[in-house]
């Protein structure tokens, strides 16, 4: 069994359209991470909880610990959102890392 | 500032040899961590270093090794590789390690063992 659960594995949505992409975790952790992947394997960053909800532009994350769940949400969709979005918790013991397989994502214009 | 560079970035070896890895991390940055991702295991972690130390250690066998230098430049390393060991190295430094600093990626080796 993963530790890291993320669904769906693949979307394809409209520009313009909400979207919604889950993650469930099964250890305790200190935080979580969403990273965005595009093609080549690039990664970059763009959340990191360990409670609450935060918002980068048209991104925004939540985390409830309790339920041991996180949504990532993209307003708005665009073309240029289109990536393979992945989860990661880091554990609260013995701080090792874990990660979901990705959602992949395409957005159409 | 300059990001985090990885060298090589392609590399091809064949079974049996041993490889090196190259990562840089971004000025000021003292973490290091390392991540191999695969088609078919995703991405997983395998070390983190911090001011010359192993933090951390994911579930690789001993092949797999790694070191930090003084500068927080870190190698890792491959012996006898196998056709498995086919993947994106990827490398992402922090300012710090553990939690509550934010971890930038570097673009990773591509290695191809035949």
């Known amino acids: 069994k993963n530790e890291v659960e993320q669904s769906p594995q693949n979307l394809t949505a409209q520009e313009g359209e909400f979207i919604t992409i889950n993650c469930s975790y099964s250890?305790?952790?200190?935080?979580l991470h969403w990273l965005q992947q595009h093609p080549g394997g690039g990664i970059v960053s763009l959340f990191m909880?360990?409670?609450g909800k935060k918002k980068h532009g048209r991104l925004i994350a939540t985390i409830n610990i309790q339920e041991k769940h996180s949504s990532l949400h993209i307003t708005a969709s665009h073309p240029r959102d289109s990536a393979v979005y992945i989860c990661?918790?880091?554990?609260?013991?013995?701080?090792?890392?874990?990660f979901g397989t990705g959602t992949s994502l395409t957005v159409i214009p | 500032k300059a990001g985090v560079t990885q060298t090589p970035r392609y590399l091809i070896k064949t079974r049996g040899q041993q490889v090196t890895l190259s990562c840089s991390p971004i000025?000021?940055?003292?973490?290091v961590s390392w991540y191999q991702q695969t088609p078919g295991q995703g991405l997983q972690f395998l070390f983190e270093?911090?001011?010359?130390?192993?933090?951390n250690k994911g579930n690789f066998p001993g092949r797999f090794s790694g070191r930090q230098f003084s500068n927080s430049r870190s190698e890792m390393n491959v012996s006898t590789l196998e056709l498995g060991d086919s993947a994106l190295y990827l490398c992402?430094?922090?300012?710090?390690?553990?939690?509550?600093?934010?971890?930038?990626f570097g673009p990773g080796t591509r290695l191809t063992v035949t």
């Open positions: 992402a430094s922090s300012l710090w390690a553990g939690e509550g600093h934010e971890q930038y």
């Open positions: 250890v305790g952790i200190s935080a």
């Open positions: 909880l360990s409670s």
């Open positions: 990661a918790v880091r554990r609260n013991t013995g701080n090792q890392f874990y």
């Open positions: 000025s000021g940055h003292r973490s």
């Open positions: 270093y911090f001011s010359e130390t192993q933090r």
